[in-house]
């Protein structure tokens, strides 16, 4: 069955290192977004993209950068983390541009001491 | 910026009743409208979406829809305690297409 999947689901690291998130799609969906979820915020967006070598900043994407190299696949890396990135990090992903309907992997718990 | 505001309760009802959970938006332009379930250290999950004006049913879901008034509702009919999680509105459209904006959610519970 096609699915999204996120790795790792639980990473402690320590601040000032990078980190790294993988999101991997298996329907062929041509977008797929990162949002973080914190108690009191909700779901916000931090980087999106529609395609191969196309990415977007969404309204929190300071200290945060995403590449995509195909279309499975968006890695969300933290350049050094800081412990206001302790989070809960969930992927997403839609089939295009007319079709707005998200389907979220089951997210990763970041910890940054 | 498009906002989107919903209740965050907590809304308690008694097992059968009805909850009514409520969600507005700032964005006139918006086009379509999403309602996901989120359970405790879990991932949202789509439970419906609704694009025109109106009722649209679905099980024990309605979702209602009035884009003049820039609201949008979700009835839960017959409450079971397994419906207890936190509802989250998503708009999309309008300004931000392609993207969704979502709502901070509303936390239902309901008690046998």
């Known amino acids: 069955d096609a699915e999204i999947t996120q790795s790792p689901r639980h990473k402690i690291t320590e601040t000032g290192r990078q980190v790294t998130l993988a999101c991997h799609q298996t329907?062929?969906?041509?977008?797929m977004f990162w949002y973080r979820q914190d108690l009191g915020h909700g779901l916000r967006l931090i980087h999106y993209?529609?395609?191969?070598?196309?990415?977007n900043k969404g309204e929190v994407s300071d200290g945060y950068s995403v590449s995509r190299s195909n279309t499975e696949d968006l890695p969300l890396t933290l350049e050094s983390a800081a412990s206001s990135q302790t989070s809960v990090y969930f992927c997403a992903s839609s089939p295009d541009r007319g079709s707005e309907t998200q389907y979220f992997g089951p997210g990763t718990r970041l910890l940054v001491l | 910026q498009k906002e989107v505001e919903q209740n965050s309760g907590p809304l308690s009802v008694p097992e059968g009743a009805i909850a009514s959970l409520n969600c507005t938006y700032s964005?006139?332009?918006?086009?379509?409208f999403f309602w996901y379930r989120q359970y405790s250290g879990k991932s949202p999950e789509l439970i419906m979406s609704?694009?025109?004006?109106g009722d649209k049913e679905d099980g024990r879901f309605t979702a209602q829809l009035n884009k003049a008034s820039q609201y949008v509702s979700l009835l839960i009919r017959d409450s079971q305690p397994s419906d207890s999680a936190t509802y989250l509105c998503?708009?999309?459209?309008?300004?931000?297409?392609?993207?969704?904006?979502f709502g901070q959610g509303t936390i239902l519970t309901v008690h046998p």
């Open positions: 964005d006139r332009g918006s086009q379509s």
């Open positions: 998503a708009v999309g459209g309008g300004t931000s297409y392609g993207k969704l904006t």
């Open positions: 329907w062929n969906h041509n977008n």
């Open positions: 993209s529609y395609g191969v070598q196309d990415t």
């Open positions: 609704i694009y025109s004006n």
